[in-house]
């Protein structure tokens, strides 16, 4: 058995489902671990040694069982292991690649979970030092380059920014939470790419980040430090020269109040949708009920070419609902709406009758003063509009 397979067993055993105070296993620890061990947990995600003694020191806190499934030689100085963790709060299998120096693990990646448990980037996820990562990175995943309102991403925002939030772009400026989210209302009515191209952890309250930012002709790369807070980003710094970060947010909101029409006209769109919808509960009801929520909604040239060979009108489409709701209590649920472009939106409506049979519906909406003018199958729309 070579070093560092023993060096390996002799660490792991120490996890024996007991709770267990790190420093007593730190010995172990510094034995396995290289000074500039680091392990790349995915693509633009890493911790270093420092930062992987506290999570394993939460692990022992709780009383962990660990245990070796697996430790091949791949090379005189690669190793790759699996090993089981098991405490009352996770069930997780880790499966790593590590290269080897001075008989320590020195450089590691994490490979994808094994069977149908966890993988290391979830046990890394509940640390509160560095949860904060798939936050950020599923914050991020809304700049698409799709037109879309602030509802899509509203959770997501406020699942990431903390209240107290603030943004310095010069150091002096500061930008707070509510700035930020009507900011980040403005961007999303554009066609704007963001992707999160690495995140490195400083400390257990701060991190360091490159975000690529698209959008027609410009393309840069922004660097910033963030401050984590229970849990929640609490301050972004830039760590270069701002300039260009300014002059995108000029862009952004060059035109603002053209921009900002556009976008609170499709916010107020998705809610009239979303409240005439809220109305075919599966409950019979009168179509006085409903009739406001369906007289905000729909324009009076509404044309309904869905629901077969030969489009309806208002009218038409006005006493189909009504015999639907007053005799049936027909349900509706409105799985997905999101903006293709300024004046079309893209839905899913999952229909059950009252026997519960399920017929699911893509259509492409149009959007004329405010109101919606047309409705039509998402499949056979042209394709400029569908893109």
């Known amino acids: 058995m070579s070093v560092i397979e023993k060096s390996f067993r002799k660490y792991i055993t120490s996890f024996d489902g007991q709770k267990i105070e790190f420093e007593k296993v730190k010995p172990l620890f510094d034995d396995l671990y290289h000074d500039d061990f680091i392990i790349r947990i995915d693509e633009g995600h890493s911790i270093n040694k420092d930062q992987l003694s506290r999570l394993q020191a939460n692990i022992l806190s709780v009383g962990t069982k660990a245990s070796v499934i ?5 090379s005189e100085d690669e190793v790759s292991y699996v090993i089981h963790l098991l405490n009352d709060q996770s069930d997780i299998i880790i499966s790593l690649n590590a290269l080897v120096k001075d008989n320590k693990l020195v450089h ?3 490979l994808c979970g094994y069977n149908d448990k966890k993988s290391l980037s979830d046990l890394v996820d509940q640390s509160n030092c560095i949860g904060i990562y798939k936050k950020v990175k599923y914050y991020l995943s809304f700049y698409d380059g799709k037109i879309k309102s602030f509802g899509t991403m509203e959770n997501a925002f406020e699942d990431l920014f903390h209240d107290d939030f603030v943004n310095t772009t010069d150091g002096l400026n500061m930008v707070t939470k509510g700035e930020l989210k009507n900011a980040a209302r403005l961007i999303l009515s554009q066609r704007v790419n963001m992707d999160l191209l690495t995140f490195d952890y400083i400390n257990e309250n701060h991190f360091e980040a490159t975000v690529r930012i698209e959008k027609e002709d410009v393309d840069f790369v922004a660097h910033i430090i963030g401050t984590i807070n229970d849990g929640k980003l609490i301050k972004l710094v830039p760590c270069d020269d701002v300039n260009e970060i300014i002059d995108f947010m000029i862009n952004a909101v060059e035109n603002s109040s053209e921009i900002e029409s556009k976008a609170f006209e499709q916010l107020d769109i998705q809610k009239k949708v ?8 599966g409950k019979v009801k009168s179509f006085m009920d409903v009739e406001k929520s369906f007289e905000d909604l729909f324009h009076e040239d509404f044309i309904n070419a869905i629901d077969g060979p030969t489009p309806i009108n208002k009218d038409e489409y006005r006493n189909t609902v009504s015999t639907c709701i007053s005799s049936k209590g027909i349900r509706m649920d409105l799985i997905l709406f999101e903006f293709i472009d300024d004046t079309h939106f893209r839905m899913k ?3 059950k009758n009252e026997l519960g049979a399920e ?4 259509s492409i909406g149009t959007i004329s003063d405010g109101k919606l003018i047309k ?6 729309v042209p394709k400029a509009v569908v893109e």
Request: glycine share 6%.
């Open 108 to 110: 590691a990646k994490s």
């Open 274 to 281: 979303i409240a005439f919808f809220s109305f075919l509960d």
């Open 375 to 380: 409705l039509e199958p998402a499949f056979g």
């Open 349 to 351: 409506v999952v229909a």
């Open 359 to 362: 017929v699911a519906g893509h």
């Open 70 to 74: 697996q430790f091949d030689h791949i």
